[in-house]
Antibody, heavy 120, light 110 residues
Framework: QVQLQESGPGLVKPSQTLSLTCTVS??????????WSWIRQPPGKGLEWIGY???????YYDPSLKSRGTISLDTSKNQFSLSLNSVTAADTAVYYC????????????WGQGALVTVSS | QSALTQPASVSGSPGQSITISCTGT?????????VSWYQHHPGTAPKLIIS???SRPSGVSSRFSGSKSGNTASLTISGLQAGDESDYYC??????????FGTGTRVTVL
């Protein structure tokens, strides 16, 4: 059974960098069948797609992030990570990591989510 | 890329059927075979219930069904049960390689 688990600081100061890691178990992130994605949900709002990384290292991000986001892979640890710089209160959200099937583009496994609050 | 439009809330009595719409454009829902639906109880991981417009993953109840017409996708829940109370989100792959979610619908069982 595939499982994903987010980890990282729950509080980040404005203008600093938000960093989260997703640990994948029960499957390899080296598989070419999946994209490894980050999705967030601000309080009281809907889901927002952030971006993905492929096993080859190629990435794609939602343009609304204005190049603030970086997703990276650590295949030795079966993990992928999100960095979001110059954060503001608008980046406060529950952050989910998820596995997206390359064929079908649906998210079949999700982590439980990690709440990150941006506040001084 | 704007979020797909869903009704904020839909309600029904136990045993009834309800339908949630998800409206986009020709660059997402209308032009994509990759529309999916998720059930999300707050505080938990979202659960995939429909993929590829109308396919049900293994283990998902046959009471959930999906369809699409033009720029609007729909999720129908038949035989509504108390356990179906949740938030539901649609998602679409787009022509620009972006993934977009719907605004979300709160389903209430009366």
């Amino acid at each position: 059974q595939v499982q994903l688990q987010e980890s990282g600081p729950g509080l980040v100061k404005p203008s600093q960098t938000l960093s989260l890691t997703c640990t994948v178990s029960g499957g390899s992130i080296r598989s070419g069948d999946y994209f490894w994605s980050w999705i967030r949900q601000p309080p009281g709002k809907g889901l927002e797609w952030i971006g993905y990384i492929y096993y080859s290292g190629s990435t794609y991000y939602d343009p609304s992030l204005k190049s603030r986001g970086t997703i990276s892979l650590d295949t030795s640890k079966n993990q992928f990570s999100l960095s979001l710089n110059s954060v503001t209160a608008a980046d406060t959200a529950v952050y989910y990591c998820a596995r997206e099937r390359r064929w079908g583009h649906h998210f079949d496994y999700w982590g439980q989510g990690a709440l990150v609050t941006v506040s001084s | 890329q704007s979020a797909l439009t869903q009704p904020a809330s839909v309600s029904g009595s136990p045993g009834q059927s309800i339908t949630i719409s998800c409206t986009g454009t020709g660059t997402d829902v209308g032009g994509s075979d990759y529309v999916s639906w998720y059930q999300h109880h707050p505080g938990t991981a979202p659960k995939l219930i429909i993929s590829d417009v109308s396919s049900r993953p293994s283990g998902v109840s046959s009471r959930f069904s999906g369809s699409k017409s033009g720029n609007t996708a729909s999720l129908t829940i038949s035989g509504l049960q108390a356990g179906d109370e949740s938030d539901y989100y649609c998602s679409s792959y787009t022509s620009t390689n972006i993934r977009v979610f719907g605004t979300g619908t709160r389903v209430t069982v009366l």
